[in-house]
């Protein structure tokens, strides 16, 4: 089911128990989610992520979206104690270890991401967003032979074989040409899938951002901005787009998606 179709289904059922009991803190916990991801309503996402919170400090899924949720609002300083915590209530669950992993990398403590991620992998090798993770730190290490063999690995445990098929893509033409090459033919190979209808414009420009070429990488943003493609949440942190950062219209296109102007 896509976001699309998920989200108000998702929002329907947690505002209507929200209205039955405003202290269910699962609920709330919920309508966060789908205000912060769905909505782009960040100031209002995370507020009522800290409520949630407020309501059972025991609960490790609230923690971890609330980190998770204030990484992707450029506040990883914030976002790591209460990754710590999460952890701390649930201390094997991988996809809490995973947003700790993401929140000492975004602190700067990328070696104790790194060896978290190792952990991880070794006691749970099937947990397909311990390799997304590695996929980001290996990128803003531009270290690129560890970021395709990585991006192809998630796309064959979470299914999405286009992923694969962009990863070799991108390491023939590293080889041959180097980054810009690979960005490229990574865009291109997603490119005849978006065309099918079966990729966000999301997935081309993150291949295109690389290239630092930010006029068409913001063209391609605002495609995805137009169609309320939900993962463009994630821009602030995706070192996919580092290269764009300072380039003319990007900052306008954050305040567009609802990020604060200051944060």
Request: aromatic share 12%; no cysteine.
């Amino acid at each position: 089911m896509s976001g699309w179709e998920a989200y108000p289904k998702a929002e329907t059922a947690a505002r209507r128990a929200v209205e039955l009991d405003p202290t269910l803190d699962l609920a709330q916990g919920a309508l966060a989610f789908v205000e912060f991801h769905w909505h782009w309503r960040v100031d209002a996402g995370l507020a009522r992520f800290a409520e949630a919170i407020r309501l059972n400090p025991n609960s490790a899924n609230n923690h971890m979206w609330y980190a998770s949720a204030l990484l992707l609002a450029g506040r990883p300083q914030e976002a790591l104690p209460i990754a710590n915590r999460a952890q701390q209530l649930d201390p094997h669950n991988s996809a809490v270890l995973n947003i700790r992993a993401q929140a000492l990398f975004y602190s700067g403590d990328t070696e104790p991401a790194w060896d978290l991620l190792a952990d991880m992998i070794a006691q749970d090798p099937g947990f397909a967003w311990a390799y997304y993770t590695r996929s980001l730190i290996y990128l803003s290490q531009d270290d690129y032979e560890g970021y395709l063999t990585d991006y192809g690995r998630l796309g064959d445990l979470i299914a999405v074989p286009r992923y694969r098929a962009a990863a070799e893509a991108g390491v023939r033409a590293l080889t041959e040409a180097g980054p810009e090459a690979m960005a490229m033919a990574m865009f291109s190979v997603e490119q005849e899938y978006y065309e099918r209808g079966e990729a966000l414009a999301w997935d081309l420009v993150r291949h295109y951002a690389l290239t630092g070429d930010g006029d068409e990488a913001l063209r391609w943003l605002r495609i995805s901005l137009n169609r309320r493609e939900e993962r463009l949440i994630g821009i602030k942190v995706d070192p996919a787009f580092w290269p764009i950062r300072n380039k003319p219209g990007y900052t306008e296109l954050l305040a567009e998606i609802g990020f604060p102007a200051s944060g």
